[in-house]
C-alpha cells in the first residue's frame, strides 16, 4: 500500500487547510487510518484517527473542536480539514493505514506511512 499525502502549504494563523491523502488501493478501505506530525526538533505525534467506515474518530486534545477527519473509501482517500490554524500547527503531516479496522494514537498500530507534507502557520 503507498500513500500520497498532499494539501500542506504556508497560511496565516486563523486560516485552514485541507489535506488529502490518496491510497493505492483500495484495501485500506478495511483499515482505519490516521494523521501525525512532526515538527521541527520534536518527535512525531498523534493528530487523528478514524475507523474503516468513518463511524469512529478521535483526535488529539490539541486539535480537537479545530480539526476534522473523514474519509471517502469509493476514491480511497482520507482527509484532514484543519481550521483555526495556529503557529504551533506547524509540521510535516503524515497519512498512515493502520493494521486493523480501528485504531487509537499508537503508531505502532500503523502499517503504511505516507511520504508526509509541510504545513507552515505563520503568526
Known amino acids: 500500500v503507498q500513500l500520497q499525502a498532499s494539501g500542506g502549504g504556508l497560511v496565516q494563523a486563523g486560516g485552514s487547510l485541507r489535506l488529502s491523502c490518496a491510497a493505492s488501493?483500495?484495501?485500506?478501505?478495511?483499515?482505519?487510518m490516521g494523521w501525525f506530525r512532526q515538527a521541527p526538533g520534536k518527535e512525531r505525534e498523534f493528530v487523528a484517527t478514524i475507523s474503516w467506515n468513518g463511524g469512529s474518530t478521535y483526535y488529539a486534545n490539541s486539535v480537537k473542536g479545530r480539526f476534522t477527519i473523514h474519509r471517502d473509501n469509493a476514491k480511497n482517500t482520507v482527509y484532514l480539514q484543519m481550521n483555526s490554524l495556529e503557529p504551533e500547527d506547524t509540521a510535516v503531516y503524515y497519512c498512515?493505514?493502520?493494521?486493523?479496522?480501528?485504531?487509537?494514537?499508537?503508531?505502532?498500530?500503523?502499517?503504511?506511512w505516507g511520504q508526509g507534507t509541510q504545513v507552515t502557520v505563520s503568526s
Open positions: 498512515a493505514a493502520s493494521r486493523g479496522s480501528y485504531s487509537g494514537s499508537y503508531q505502532d498500530e500503523y502499517a503504511y
Open positions: 488501493r483500495r484495501t485500506t478501505s478495511n483499515n482505519a
